[in-house]
């Protein structure tokens, strides 16, 4: 309606003025100093406001992954089971082909004892010592920083 003025040298536009985007913000200018700018495009997503880009940039995903964990009071079990059967430490490392300290350790809680010693242990007794654990795995996206687009978007002013 009114008569407009390039936001740069101030001076009056005739016609339509020519749109650029100047350190982030979008300008309308003359066609003299269209130059200073880079020329701004009309796409969708500035139609229907900054936002839209902004939400478009990737997000970390999440999935859920099971892991087999030791149960907590494994040693109070294993400790259990062989008492049940009479037997001695020794005689429990003997079983297992493992050594007597090493029992007494996973006994007392000391050590976790690895998977293979776990798995003898289940079998000898015939119980479970580990339970299945959901686990959320966040994937983050590779860069946190934003891009160069998202600077321009976040930095541009509304008219
Ligand atoms: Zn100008």
Same mark, same amino acid.
């Given at each position: 309606?009114?008569?407009? @003025?390039?936001? $740069?040298? /101030?001076?009056?536009?005739? /016609? +339509? /003025?020519?749109?650029?985007?100047?350190?982030?913000?979008? =300008?309308? =200018?003359? #066609?003299?100093?269209?130059?200073?700018?880079?020329? +701004?495009?009309?796409? =969708?997503?500035?139609?229907? /406001?900054?936002?839209?880009?902004?939400?478009?940039?990737?997000?970390?995903?999440?999935? $859920?992954?099971?892991?087999?964990?030791? =149960?907590? !009071?494994?040693?109070?079990?294993?400790?259990?089971?062989?008492?049940?059967? #009479?037997?001695?430490?020794?005689?429990?490392?003997?079983?297992?082909?493992?050594?007597?300290?090493?029992?007494?350790?996973?006994? @007392?809680?000391?050590?976790?004892?690895?998977?293979?010693?776990?798995?003898?242990?289940?079998?000898?007794? !015939?119980?479970?010592?580990?339970?299945?654990?959901?686990?959320?795995? $966040?994937?983050?996206?590779?860069?946190?920083?934003?891009?160069?687009?998202?600077?321009?978007?976040?930095?541009?002013?509304? +008219?």
């Amino acid at each position: 309606m009114s008569e407009m @003025n390039c936001e $740069i040298c /101030g001076r009056e536009i005739k /016609g +339509k /003025g020519f749109k650029i985007v100047v350190e982030g913000s979008e =300008v309308t =200018v003359c #066609g003299s100093c269209r130059q200073f700018g880079t020329e +701004k495009k009309p796409s =969708v997503a500035s139609q229907q /406001g900054a936002r839209r880009v902004v939400l478009k940039k990737k997000r970390g995903s999440t999935k $859920i992954e099971f892991t087999e964990e030791l =149960v907590e !009071n494994f040693h109070i079990i294993i400790r259990r089971e062989r008492e049940k059967r #009479g037997w001695s430490q020794e005689q429990l490392a003997k079983k297992i082909q493992e050594k007597e300290s090493l029992i007494k350790k996973i006994e @007392n809680a000391e050590i976790t004892p690895e998977p293979e010693v776990v798995e003898k242990l289940e079998k000898l007794f !015939n119980i479970k010592l580990r339970e299945q654990v959901p686990e959320i795995k $966040i994937e983050k996206s590779k860069s946190l920083v934003p891009t160069l687009g998202d600077v321009v978007v976040v930095k541009r002013k509304k +008219k």
